[in-house]
């Protein structure tokens, strides 16, 4: 169903200047557990190239978790998780151990981009360094192609005059948006972000979901999750609730918002919105 453009015009750039093409993420039974918690228990969820899915739920519910297994950053003990087919981490049950080169992961990890709560920038670099970092330090890019491509993508996130510019000399939002533009620069099929507004004051929040809301229609595959309930219910094609390490409900936002089936998502719902 047409319900968004991006879906039919998937790997059209829309205002970007270069292809960008979304991955299909497929999850099937992911399991993970730190000691004896049992912090996934069996999440199944597949994820259509170019579409934004956001993720919600209390605190404790696994969802930083599953954001980092699909970003490689945590392996799974059971299930598997890939991208267009391509599997991530490695998948252990009774009779398969398939387990990745450590230079295959990482040559995988560059599909998927990720944006922290915490910025995280480089605080000794400037705003184009940090961008430029990765692709020149470890794609090999040429650094005046690099650097061309960040200035682009810092015009794009509404940052083209603070190029030179440190971390510190920024505000929180326009830090955040640094970070998007440089987890961008790796070009990914995917992007996973985690409470991407957070940490900043209220005022704040705005600018950077407007870039999100932007990168919405331009074929990345996008995984959120965030408390901004209004923010969700505009951008999401599936809204996704988590409750203790598990997928309770999915759905549209009309539907998970509107009409929720499951009582915990219904009670959730009622503390947030
Ligand atoms: P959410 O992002 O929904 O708040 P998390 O995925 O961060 O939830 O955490 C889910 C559960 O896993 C929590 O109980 C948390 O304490 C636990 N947890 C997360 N990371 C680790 C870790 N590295 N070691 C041990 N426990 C962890
Ligand atoms: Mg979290």
């Known amino acids: 169903m047409p319900v968004r453009g991006h879906t039919l015009v998937r790997g059209d750039t829309g205002s970007f200047h270069r292809p960008v093409k979304g991955g299909t993420v497929v999850i099937e039974g992911a399991v993970k557990r730190f000691g004896d918690l049992e912090v996934l228990k ?61 230079a295959e992961v990482l040559r995988r990890r560059v599909d998927v981009g990720m944006v922290f709560q915490s910025f995280n920038l ?14 020149v330090h470890v794609r090999g890019r040429p650094r005046a192609e690099a650097e061309a491509d960040a200035r682009v993508l810092l015009t794009r996130v509404g940052l083209s005059d603070k190029v030179d510019a440190y971390p510190r000399q920024l505000s929180g939002g326009q830090q955040q948006r640094v970070a998007i533009a440089r987890a961008l620069a790796l070009r990914p099929k995917v992007l996973l972000f985690d ?29 959120i999750v965030t408390h901004e309930m209004g923010f969700a219910r505009e951008v999401a094609d599936t809204v996704v ?16 918002f509107s009409r929720p089936v499951h009582p915990r998502t219904a009670e959730f719902l009622s503390k947030v919105l």
Not at 199 to 204: F, G, H, S, V
Request: charged share 20%; glycine share 10%; aromatic share 2%.
């Open 42 to 102: 069996g999440v199944s969820l597949t994820i259509p190239s170019g579409s934004v899915t956001v993720i919600i739920g209390q605190s404790g519910s696994g969802k930083s978790t599953l954001l980092r297994t699909i970003n490689h950053l945590e392996p799974l003990n059971a299930g598997l998780i890939s991208i267009d087919g391509k599997l991530i981490g490695y998948r252990e049950d009774a009779n398969i151990l398939h387990e990745l080169k450590e």
């Open 122 to 135: 480089f605080p000794h670099m400037t705003v184009l360094e940090n961008i430029v970092e990765a692709p």
């Open 195 to 223: 409470e991407p507004t957070s940490a900043l004051d209220p005022e704040l929040v705005g600018e950077v979901l407007g870039v999100i809301r932007e990168l919405a229609s331009s074929g990345t595959t996008l995984i």
């Open 241 to 256: 609730f988590m409750d203790q390490g598990r997928i309770v409900e999915r759905g549209t936002p009309e539907q998970v």
